[in-house]
Structure formats: structure tokens, C-alpha cells
């Protein structure tokens, strides 16, 4: 297995790791003012809480964090029912990737899937992708907050 150099993987891993949370995209409001959202989003009995685990070909791992970080952060700038998308890569297996996604329901997952920016990442990836998990999460204390 061919590993990139580690000259490599730290830009991309910032690229991928910059912040994309609740209160830190810019969203447009149904009148076309700038906002900024605040951290009101919350977990319900509805919501769905996912860590995504993805084994990527080392060989395409900088092809693919820029699709990576293009979708994570359109999802979270565009949708107000993505209520986090936080992305994360194995510091001793950099070719795997962790990505705890929380949508408000069901009906906000479901647009997110149809959204031109998923379905641009999910087609441009899939001969990246040696191996998918989608682990659907219960959360012990809904109400916690990221300080």
C-alpha cells in the first residue's frame, strides 16, 4: 500500500478539517440577507446521528478530500436541516476517514442526499472508496452542546 508523503497529507487534512460547525457558515436568508446561524440547532428523538467511516485509496486520497471538503462545507452553508458534518482523518491511517454527520429528521437527510453537491461527491468518489460504513447513533445526552 503506496502512502502519501506527509507533506501532503497536512494541507489536505486542514483543508479538511477546517471548520465547518454550526455558527461558523454564512447562510442567506429566504430574503437574501446575509446571516450568520447561530447554535440553536438541536438533537431530537427525530434527528439522525451518524459517523460515516470511509477506507479511501491511498493512491486518490488528496483527489478525494477536495471533493470531501467541497461537499461537507456546501452542506453545511446551504441546509439548515444538516446540523453538523464534521469530518476527520486517522492520524496513523491517513487513507481513513471519519465523518460524524447529524441531520434534524429524516426529510433533512433525504434532501441531502438529492442535493447537486452530495451527488457530485458521491459519483466523483466512488472508485475512490474501498470500503463504506454508515453507523446510525443514539446520543446519551441529546441536549450537549460544542462549547
Keep these: 500500500m503506496r502512502r502519501l508523503p506527509t507533506k501532503w497529507l497536512l494541507p489536505a487534512a486542514a483543508i479538511l ?10 447562510r442567506t436568508s429566504e430574503k437574501g440577507e446575509d446571516m450568520k446561524h447561530e447554535n440553536t440547532a438541536k438533537v431530537t428523538e427525530e434527528s439522525i446521528v451518524r ?3 470511509i477506507t479511501v485509496d491511498p493512491d486518490r486520497l488528496a483527489e478525494y478530500l477536495v471533493f ?17 458534518m464534521y469530518s476527520m482523518q486517522d492520524k496513523a491511517h491517513p487513507e481513513q476517514i ?11 437527510y433525504e434532501r441531502h442526499i438529492k442535493t447537486p453537491h452530495f451527488q457530485k461527491y458521491k459519483q466523483g468518489t466512488l472508485a475512490m472508496v474501498r470500503k463504506l460504513e454508515l453507523l446510525d447513533q443514539i446520543p446519551l445526552i441529546p441536549e450537549m452542546k460544542m462549547k
Design 51 to 53: 459517523l460515516s467511516r
Design 98 to 108: 471519519t465523518i460524524l454527520e447529524i441531520y434534524a429528521d429524516r426529510a433533512a
Design 68 to 84: 470531501a471538503t467541497e461537499c461537507g462545507r456546501r452542506s453545511m452553508a446551504d441546509e439548515p436541516g444538516v446540523l453538523m
Design 17 to 26: 478539517l477546517s471548520p465547518v460547525m454550526p455558527g461558523t457558515a454564512a
